[in-house]
């Protein structure tokens, strides 16, 4: 009994193993083959170079015409410089709107408290796909030019839920005997909210900012019904390369972006494991 | 100015703007999609403001018959595509529930990091993640090469553009999804009532039909509604890792909007995952009971 009891917790804790490495052993593997200096077959190892990224940052190389695919760095530069405007409009709207309900729902009891809710968690749970398509049924029945204006009309709308389920939750572990004691020692309802309430609410706010923003910026699916002909964003980039063909450039590419997602997000759950 | 009135003006400023954003452009376009749905595809693109119900009869069996027979084709990639999703439910599960029981023996801290190592890759693109199993799973990918040189194989095998690497991109990419509510219920789990079963005489199989997957079950349920839903209507997965061979709901909308311009037809079939999604989640809200649904929704 003893033994089968530590060959069961033995294979558990193998197992377990077995699932990080299912997690991270790809994204090593692409890490590793983005220095391969093979531009033809990308997973036969013929030697190290650095060529791939200096390729994509724009610098002069070495590497012949025809292995390559972006024609300039303009084009994937634009592409980022669409999504960083895209997505940094977006947060603002939606963190403004998302606490703006998180607080109205909090503080106030009124009818339709519940289908507010519904509609909160509405976009969470519908297919992209739904959403995508319906935005741009709106979008060209109403005349409005597709484009950076209706890719952030269209994310913003699904973007507000993120914020408001993150602030609600700062929100319900709030201490409301800290408004109470502040309005007794005489602030008024602005400078309590001010002074007590929104400094509780800090973390939170940002909390959702961030998610927003890196939701925004990772979005494919609802901007790519849309974007309209004129606007790429990165993922859009990414995702036409894919289906043009494969080359080097997109696993530098690849790297450059998870390593700067690596290190946002874990500056941003640090921050939220210290403030706890 | 007396306190009902100015509280009724706070309200109003904190959620009026908001409120008119979100009906003008979330509920508004999913209204103007519901109605698409019942009109007529016009000739060139374009809409015929007539009711036609037989958008869903293309998929349901009732195709217009001035146009042409019923084609089972629809209905097919519709089952196709549940059977996948269900096929990346159960394929998550299996891969995230027995890491669940090891991750939640854990110290604070290591569980800590564990959940920290699991949340990161929702953090990053998607696309990335996705494009890094087609360097592995294509005809010149990763795995093909190792086992071509190691000479196990004398052809490469076809692994990428299956409906296999459709599932494992999903689990690949839905595995937060399916693992964090997993594992709130496994960490809940009441131990002692274990260890009463097997001290009663329960063998460890039978403990854990009518103990531990009865307890750990409405984590189970919740997992696979919230990766149920975004696999059936996915379009990203299938068109990079399903290639042109393999056709799931989502590309077919795709399809009918960017290529066939039959936007009638697009919309009803956004219509039908949508029903599917409403189905899953009044089943869910109705075996959980209302106190569940009222506790889900005030969290």
């Not at chain 1, 993120?162 to 005997?177: E, H, K, N, P, Q």
Request: include cysteine; proline fraction near 4%.
């Amino acid at each position: 009994m003893k033994i089968a009891q530590s060959l069961f917790r033995g294979s558990l804790v193998a197992y377990t193993g077995l699932f990080f490495a299912f997690i991270y052993i790809p994204l090593v593997v692409i890490a590793v083959y983005s220095f391969n200096s093979n531009p033809v077959n990308m997973m036969t190892w013929t030697g190290f170079t650095t060529e791939w990224y200096a390729q994509v940052l724009g610098f002069k190389t070495t590497v012949s015409e025809n292995a390559l695919y972006i024609e300039s760095t303009g084009q994937l530069l634009q592409a980022v410089w669409n999504s960083l405007v895209i997505a940094t409009s977006t947060t603002l709207i939606a963190t403004v709107f998302g606490t703006a309900i998180a607080i109205g729902l909090y503080r106030f009891d009124f009818l339709g408290q519940r289908f507010y809710r519904v509609i909160m968690f509405m976009p969470m749970l519908m297919p992209d796909i739904v959403l995508g398509i319906a935005l741009l049924i709106f979008f060209v029945n109403s005349g409005i030019h597709l484009g950076l204006t209706t890719i952030i009309i269209g994310q913003c709308t699904f973007l507000i839920s993120y914020v408001f389920i993150v602030v609600s939750a700062r929100l319900a572990g709030m201490d409301r005997t800290l408004e109470n004691a502040s309005a007794d020692l005489g602030a008024d309802e602005w400078t309590t909210f001010r002074r007590v309430v929104l400094p509780q609410l800090l973390p939170g706010i940002v909390g959702g900012a961030l998610l927003a923003f890196i939701i925004s910026m990772d979005d494919l699916v609802i901007t790519y019904f849309i974007a309209g002909v004129d606007v790429t964003t990165l993922p859009m980039f990414i995702f036409a390369m894919l289906r043009r063909g494969i080359k080097p450039e997109i696993n530098a590419i690849a790297v450059m972006m998870l390593t700067f997602s690596f290190v946002v997000a874990s500056l941003g759950l640090y921050l939220r494991s210290r403030q706890k | 100015m007396s306190i009902a009135i100015r509280r009724r003006v706070q309200l109003v400023v904190l959620l009026g703007p908001v409120s008119l954003f979100l009906a003008v452009f979330f509920l508004g376009p999913l209204a103007i999609m519901m109605v698409t749905s019942f009109l007529a595809p016009g000739l060139y693109g374009g809409v015929e403001w007539t009711f036609y119900p037989h958008n869903f009869g293309r998929i349901l069996g009732f195709a217009d018959p001035m146009f042409e027979d019923f084609d089972p084709v629809y209905i097919a990639i519709f089952l196709r595509s549940v059977k996948i999703a269900a096929l990346t439910v159960l394929a998550a599960l299996l891969v995230c529930y027995p890491a669940a029981f090891c991750i939640a023996r854990l110290s604070e801290r290591w569980k800590n990091f564990c959940l920290f190592l699991i949340t990161l890759p929702f953090f990053t693109s998607l696309i990335v993640r996705l494009f890094v199993w087609v360097l592995i799973l294509r005809q010149t990918g990763l795995v093909n090469e190792m086992l071509l040189s190691t000479g196990m194989i004398a052809r490469p095998l076809d692994l990428i553009y299956t409906d296999g690497a459709i599932i494992l991109g999903m689990v690949y990419v839905f595995i937060p999804f399916m693992f964090m509510p997993v594992y709130a219920s496994v960490e809940k789990l009441d131990w002692t009532l274990v260890r009463a079963s097997l001290d009663l005489g329960a063998g460890p199989i039978r403990t854990f039909w009518r103990i531990i997957l009865p307890l750990t079950a409405p984590g189970i349920v919740g997992g696979a509604i919230i990766v149920f839903i975004p696999a059936l209507g996915n379009f990203v997965v299938p068109a990079i890792l399903g290639g042109a061979k393999v056709m799931m709901l989502g590309n077919l909308i795709e399809q009918q909007f960017l290529a066939a311009r039959n936007w009638p037809f697009g919309s009803a079939l956004a219509m039908m995952v949508m029903s599917v999604m409403l189905v899953l989640l009044l089943v869910y809200v109705f075996a959980s009971g209302r106190r569940g649904a009222d506790a889900a929704l005030n969290r």
